[in-house]
């Protein structure tokens, strides 16, 4: 199936710095991507859905001037998490769908990010 | 609102016992829908999907029917093993929004 990749994987950070985290696709062009942040023990919550050459969704609730999402190609998405505060660590899970892969919207996931911010 | 609504865990069982996860969806339209596993410390890899009414996903030993007159996607497997220990994720997703919405997770814990 098709696969996405994350970069890093975890990162520890100190508050009030920034961070950037990639998601790729890495055999498919995906000209939507999602951002999940996941919660210890909790499900995934969509924070944006990135759009290839325009800009992003926020869900409701989410700081669009704090998490920065760009989705300059078709196969690169990155959230920056701005000016990082300790309540923003969690675990970050991109997902991206294939268009050419058939229907059923499938959503193929990166390994995610664990941010830890001191 | 649409949401997906899974069995709480967690949910502990001897290696070799009989595996149900309860899921239910309210959704509009005509939803695909799908489990995810999550193994400790890794991402989340689709484990089996049903993309119409009456369809039945499988993988793994794992199966789910999609019931439309139930609004259900129960995961089942026959004989558990150590290794299926995992969170398991029920969703459902339209093409219309695309994003998935997930349920909240079962914890699944399987004893030797």
């Known amino acids: 199936g098709a696969v996405v990749s994350q970069h890093p994987s975890w990162v520890i950070c100190k508050s009030g710095t920034s961070v950037k985290i990639e998601c790729r696709s890495l055999d498919f062009q995906a000209t939507t991507m999602f951002w999940y942040r996941q919660f210890p023990k909790q499900s995934l919550m969509l924070m944006a859905t990135?759009?290839?050459?325009?800009?992003?969704?926020?869900e409701q609730g989410v700081e669009k001037d704090k998490f920065l999402i760009n989705h300059a190609s078709l196969t690169l998405s990155t959230l920056t998490v701005t000016s990082a505060h300790p309540e923003d660590s969690s675990f970050y899970i991109c997902?991206?769908?294939?268009?050419?892969?058939?229907?059923?919207?499938?959503?193929?996931f990166g390994p995610g990010t664990r941010l830890t911010v001191l | 609102g649409n949401s997906v609504t899974q069995m709480e865990g967690p949910v502990t069982l001897s290696e070799e016992a009989f595996l149900t996860i309860n899921c239910t969806y309210t959704?509009?339209?005509?939803?695909?829908l799908f489990w995810y596993v999550q193994y400790p410390g890794e991402g989340l890899q689709l484990l089996l999907k049903?993309?119409?009414?009456?369809d039945k996903g499988s993988n793994k030993g794992f199966e789910a029917t999609y019931r439309k007159e139930t609004t259900s996607f129960h995961l089942e497997k026959g004989s558990v093993q150590v290794s299926d220990s995992a969170v398991y994720f029920c969703a459902w997703g339209d093409t219309g929004r695309r994003a998935l919405t997930f349920g909240s997770g079962t914890r699944l814990q399987v004893q030797p």
């Open positions: 959704a509009t339209g005509y939803p695909s």
């Open positions: 990135s759009n290839e050459g325009s800009k992003a969704t926020y």
């Open positions: 049903a993309t119409k009414a009456d």
């Open positions: 997902s991206a769908r294939d268009p050419a892969g058939g229907g059923g919207n499938e959503q193929f």
